[in-house]
């Protein structure tokens, strides 16, 4: 679901759809965390013999080999989706090549830093405990979303065409959006964070 996910909004972003730049960062932003966390995943079962693709491969063999194939192209993947985001990223920055990588740190650091606190306050009421917190909720927060953290690097020397007398982007802070987004948070902690029961 993670790379549908993250399929659909990438196309979306590359057809240009979203007028505002609020609309147009938050397809970037959905794309990209979708794509990292789907690609991730298969580097994180393959190295830690853990969760959903772990237990789909169990019975294959040899097993050193499906865990090398799922780790380095969960690896190759995982890079190729944040130099393409960053990519994207530098173009939706616009403006001089040096506004690029400041304005592209502050945005994607507070976008990992926010989601890092969402999953692990959702994953901190878990009934299973701390410990689903930390296989959970911290490796797909902090490690699968790492690349926001680490991926601006690339932005250095960005070299993307932009016309002189376009100013870079700036996201206004929009009240609509906040109360959306602060109510699909507190779904996610209370509803989604405890679990739910299907029988």
């Not at 190759?76 to 920055?93: K, Q």
């Not at 405990?129 to 020397?157: D, I, K, Y």
């Amino acid at each position: 679901m993670n790379l549908i996910a993250g399929g659909i909004a990438a196309l979306l972003y590359a057809r240009g759809v979203g007028h505002s730049t609020a609309a147009r960062f938050f397809l970037w932003l959905f794309a990209t965390v979708n794509l990292m966390q789907g690609f991730g995943y298969f580097l994180f079962s393959a190295v830690g013999r853990i969760g959903d693709w772990a237990a789909v491969m169990s019975e294959v063999r040899p097993e050193w080999a499906w865990r090398i194939v799922l780790a380095v192209g969960g690896f190759a993947l995982y890079w190729l989706t944040t130099a393409r985001a960053m990519s994207a990223l530098a173009r939706f920055i616009g403006g001089e090549p040096g506004d690029r990588y400041p304005i592209g740190l502050r945005f994607a650091l507070t976008s990992y830093g926010a989601g890092a606190l969402l999953y692990c306050i959702s994953g901190a009421l878990n009934p299973h405990g701390l410990l689903l917190l930390a296989v959970s909720a911290a490796a797909a927060s902090l490690g699968g979303t790492s690349g926001l953290a680490w991926g601006p690097q690339l932005l250095r020397g960005q070299r993307e065409a932009s016309p002189a007398d376009v100013p870079p982007a700036r996201i206004p802070r929009d009240m609509r959006l906040l109360v959306v987004a602060l109510l699909i948070g507190l779904t996610f902690i209370f509803l989604l964070g405890p679990g739910i029961r299907i029988s």
